[in-house]
């Protein structure tokens, strides 16, 4: 890869990198200006507010988070398995976009009273079902066999590995978000969905771009 192409990738991950970074303090206004009227209000108004436990929003959070806490942990691998800037920087904003996102749905659960894992199947809530194999919990997840081939590899090899299995993830994750943003009854879990599709979307096109750059296809 050349210089310029590098530098190119370099200049589309900090936009990239800076609009989800944008997105996420938005978000975070969002649900410090918001949940106050809740809080000023009694707690029979909060239970009447509260979204039921069987519903989307319920949902969402839940799975939405366990969704998360992979990607995550998939960043941090990638993190100590190159020294590529670019690379490490996507990881970096996607572990903080994504745990910030994860610490406010469970935050949200938290006020609603409700419990934060459910016996219920994941994806119910969008009328899917799906059979967890080999660790992957839900559509998109990487299997535990890929996350050991991540920790194994080294360099592009690693760089190479992650950008399609986050790929993957995104895509998946962008249509779980795309089914909240229209279905979900609370307010802001439609902000956080409608916002993440938008930033997932972007970042799976930033990952093609740096895959086309070390010769790899998504």
Do not use: C
């Amino acid at each position: 890869m050349t210089g310029a192409g590098r530098a190119a990738g370099t200049r589309r991950l900090a936009v990239a990198g800076a609009a989800v970074l944008l997105l996420a303090l938005g978000l975070v206004a969002l649900t410090v200006v918001r949940p106050s009227s809740a809080s000023s209000g009694t707690a029979s108004t909060a239970a009447r507010s509260a979204p039921a436990d069987g519903s989307v929003d319920a949902g969402f959070a839940r799975d939405m988070s366990v969704h998360h806490q992979q990607a995550v942990e998939m960043s941090f691998i990638v993190r100590d398995r190159t020294d590529d800037e670019d690379v490490r920087r996507l990881a970096y904003d996607i572990i903080n976009t994504q745990a910030n996102q994860r610490g406010m749905m469970l935050g949200w659960l938290e006020a609603w009273g409700l419990p934060k894992s459910s016996a219920v199947p994941p994806m119910r809530w969008m009328g899917h079902t799906f059979t967890p194999h080999d660790g992957a919990l839900m559509p998109g997840m990487a299997t535990d066999t890929q996350l050991d081939a991540l920790r194994a590899a080294k360099g592009e090899q690693a760089e190479i590995l992650y950008l399609r299995l986050m790929t993957a993830h995104h895509t998946a994750g962008a249509e779980m978000a795309r089914a909240a943003g229209d279905a979900a009854t609370t307010e802001v879990i439609r902000n956080l969905a409608t916002g993440m599709a938008r930033g997932q979307r972007s970042e799976i096109a930033l990952m093609a771009d740096m895959l086309r750059e070390r010769g790899a296809k998504p």
